[in-house]
């Protein structure tokens, strides 16, 4: 949010030699984080008014002019300008050498330079508009038009930023550092917060007289989500441009003047943080209501956006239907028309929750929303009722208030909060005097009544819907006022007894490290929710899925409740970029399921850890692809000190291919799958070219060692022999049957075997496949001879000729 320095002075007197980066310091450490300060006069640098005194024909073009500019200097200057409105007389703006512009208003700022043009030298330029950034503030009526700075009481060489009372300071707000302060999103309540840090006055707003019995009639049908609302009908009024002193201070902190009527419901929203809103009278019929929407109930917004809305959704209505989304924005039938002369005005409180889902329902989220789902206050509409109708007869003397309406069924009880002198102290870990706690905290607007043991506090409204609640706030309100930086450090007293060791959570660090920095796969975050296109291409079914009250998107509605499609996603973002890659990421599912907490019962989701891995190849390569996935699963437990895995082949993942799939083990109990990818479900996600195995396990059932299994063995003194064996089996015979043959009964001599490849071609007879291993021979007391490997590798073979059919190729 952009907060104007010189907006903030009308309701504060701030003292004149205010350090800024002390005040910005300031603000930060008690209240909102500023991001930045920006001096609003530096943009406009080198940038003066000048008086047009001659213009001149361009000797060598038809469209260019060569115009006599007075600039306050003792000279007269030659520009040469291409302005379609150029006249003598008139007061433009001229940016001089070194003054930075956007050419034509578009690309980046350029630096201006003394020039010649078509062969005429020209000092400077004279600017449009969207060439110093006021487009805003002065609109184009034609594409050559020249900034006309006439109407102001300027003279020529005076700074631009002079001449438009621009010479301000920007504040530039974090969001994020004031979402639970409803309070601030508006220049009274950040001039409040200074007022409190430097004890300095506030000014308040009078409060508004009715001049008129009449009463409009307003009709509120929901007051749990609409708790009150002001309606007041004012004619004489008519559409013009505002003043250009407020259109200025509402372009300031990013926002479009518009005209009177509606420059005056923003500047009241700016300054006080009261969304208000004008209606044409003329076109609502017989009376306002506030009322839930009927399904599919039809409304045009003030964007042209058509909705059909929804039951849940809180509407302004009249006889006739909704003229407006209570909260987010105006219908455009009976908001401000060019022929407009009476309207509506609306100052209304909305519950927070419902305004938010609505503007997420329709991806339709306005100033006016933002501030509306921070919770504000009913009572700020009396300071915006007051600013706003002070403003309209101050620009239309002529307005008159001819029914009114203040509709408030149940006010707000003032929230009540009591504090022990002991608890506080204890909690800020020094004693503060009471009469310095009861004065910070009635610079904030808390009422402090003392007792003999703590203080009974009565909130501020504005501080009691989105964030003072406990007594915690309380000592937090106290601590921030006094200064976090007047609390001293102290030693922390404590003892260890022993050390924790947390299994689990070193488990689940070992096998990310694991996965990064032994197998060199990418760890990937991603969002807590599904994109529906992945959700249906893996899954023939949403049953068990968790969807969002008020999902990011509408096609985001899923929780996750596997890691897979999001896996899936990130493969479809980074197959155009890389032939090859692995990735992984480790993360919480959520299951519609419910266990209870210990927490007072609660019931919540099952929520459990998951592994999920994604290798991603060319498909030309799918076994290998498979044999590196299986290997990375499968030694896991060996690097990452935990009981090991089994394969075994019981139930197929939907989405997995008809043959190369196997599901995940531990003591005989499913805990993931491995599997390619089928063709069908990733054509569904998108994934055109490469295939991908996909990895899913659940890490809640991994069981960590109790101490590492590690056992030391001897570095052999004499020489271990490899010998290679080559030799034809079924193509059905698996790796775990023959590494069983050649270990099982086995010669004293043959320490390990091990697999080398796996070979099928046209020189290999159908069903059958080529099976390489490598036996590992050797002998703890003696260097063998040939004689004594052979025979060893005999033994192999005849072992697998008998139990396996094997035909021996080469030895």
Not at 568 to 588: H, L, S
Request: aromatic share 8%.
């Amino acid at each position: 949010m952009k907060v104007s320095l010189n907006w903030i002075k009308d309701y504060v007197t701030l003292p004149d030699d205010m350090d800024l980066t002390r005040l910005a310091y300031d603000l930060t450490m008690s209240t909102v984080e500023v991001e930045g300060v920006e001096h609003l006069a530096e943009r406009f640098e080198k940038i003066v008014v000048g008086e047009i005194r001659e213009v001149l024909p361009h000797p060598n073009a038809d469209k260019l002019r060569v115009c006599k500019v007075d600039i306050g200097t003792e000279d007269i200057k030659d520009i040469v300008c291409g302005g379609s409105n150029l006249a003598v007389g008139m007061k433009v703006v001229v940016a001089c050498p070194g003054a930075m512009v956007r050419w034509h208003g578009e690309g980046e700022p350029v630096e201006i330079k003394n020039a010649k043009l078509r062969g005429v030298p020209s000092f400077g330029m004279i600017c449009a508009s969207t060439e110093v950034g006021l487009a805003d503030l002065f609109p184009l009526t034609e594409e050559h038009e020249i900034m006309d700075l006439s109407a102001f009481d300027c003279v020529a060489g005076m700074p631009l930023a002079t001449a438009l009372d621009l010479d301000d300071i920007i504040l530039e707000i974090d969001n994020k550092s004031m979402t639970n302060r409803p309070d601030l999103w508006g220049h009274y309540g950040i001039a409040r917060e200074l007022a409190a840090l430097y004890d300095l006055p506030l000014t308040t707003f009078p409060a508004y007289e009715v001049p008129t019995d009449e009463v409009y009639d307003v009709r509120i049908l929901d007051t749990e989500r609409c708790p009150r609302y002001i309606g007041s009908r004012i004619e004489g009024l008519s559409v013009k441009p505002s003043p250009f002193a407020m259109q200025s201070r509402i372009w300031r902190v990013g926002m479009r003047p518009i005209n009177a009527l509606v420059d005056v419901t923003n500047y009241v929203m700016l300054a006080t943080g009261q969304p208000t809103h004008v209606f044409d009278s003329n076109h609502i019929v017989n009376h306002i209501e506030v009322r839930r929407a009927a399904e599919g109930e039809a409304l045009q917004l003030l964007n042209d956006k058509e909705l059909a809305l929804s039951a849940d959704d809180l509407v302004i209505a009249d006889a006739e239907g909704a003229v407006a989304l209570a909260g987010v924005m105006g219908g455009a039938k009976d908001s401000v028309l060019p022929e407009t002369n009476s309207v509506i005005l609306e100052v209304a409180n909305f519950e927070s929750r419902g305004v938010r889902r609505t503007a997420l329902r329709y991806d339709n989220r306005t100033e006016a929303s933002s501030r509306y789902e921070k919770a504000i206050d009913p009572e700020r509409c009396d300071q915006a009722l007051s600013l706003a109708m002070q403003l309209f007869a101050e620009l239309f003397p002529a307005m008159k208030v001819t029914a009114f309406c203040d509709s408030y069924p149940t006010v707000a009880e003032p929230k009540t909060i009591d504090v022990e002198f002991e608890w506080l102290d204890r909690r800020l870990g020094k004693r503060i005097p009471q009469e310095i706690v009861a004065k910070k905290l009635g610079t904030m607007g808390f009422t402090v009544t003392f007792t003999e043991t703590g203080m009974h506090i009565v909130v501020p409204s504005w501080r009691a819907t989105g964030d003072v609640s406990i007594k915690a706030d309380i000592m937090e309100e106290v601590a921030r006022m006094y200064g976090y930086e007047n609390f001293e450090a102290t030693t922390i007293t404590t003892s260890f007894d022993g050390a924790i060791n947390q299994r689990e959570v070193d488990l689940v660090r070992r096998v990310k490290e694991y996965l990064a920095f032994r197998c060199n796969m990418q760890e990937i975050f991603t969002y807590p929710w599904m994109t529906d296109e992945f959700v249906h291409a893996l899954f023939p079914s949403t049953d068990g899925m968790l969807a969002l009250a008020t999902p990011p998107a509408p096609n985001e509605r899923f929780i996750r409740s596997s890691l897979l499609p999001n896996i899936c996603k990130a493969i479809v973002r980074n197959e155009r970029n890389f032939e090859e890659f692995d990735i992984f990421e480790e993360a919480q599912v959520f299951l519609d399921t419910e266990y209870t907490t210990a927490y007072e019962n609660e019931a919540l989701p099952c929520q459990k850890k998951h592994l999920g891995c994604a290798f991603v190849g060319s498909s030309d390569h799918i076994v290998s692809l498979f044999r590196r996935a299986k290997g990375v699963i499968g030694m896991m437990p060996r690097y990452t000190h935990m009981e090991g895995f089994t394969f075994e082949k019981t139930e197929k993942p939907g989405w997995a291919d008809e043959t190369v799939w196997l599901n995940i083990c531990l003591d005989g109990k499913r805990i993931g799958d491995i599997a390619l990818l089928s063709k069908k479900a990733a054509l569904a996600c998108g994934i055109k070219v490469l295939s991908a195995v996909l990895v899913e396990l659940d890490m809640d059932a991994f069981r960590p060692l109790r101490s590492r299994t590690n056992r030391f063995v001897r570095v052999p003194e004499f020489p271990v022999n490899d010998y290679d064996l080559s030799f034809l089996v079924d193509a059905m015979v698996k790796w775990d049957e023959i590494y069983a043959c050649v270990m099982g009964k086995k010669h004293e001599l043959l320490k390990d075997v091990s697999f080398v490849d796996e070979y099928k071609g046209k020189q290999i007879p159908q069903g059958k496949k080529s099976i390489t291993i490598r036996l590992a021979i050797g002998s703890d007391e003696k260097t063998l001879t040939g004689s004594e490997i052979e025979a060893v590798a005999h033994n192999v073979v005849k072992k697998l000729t008998k139990q396996l059919s094997a035909d021996i190729r080469s030895m």
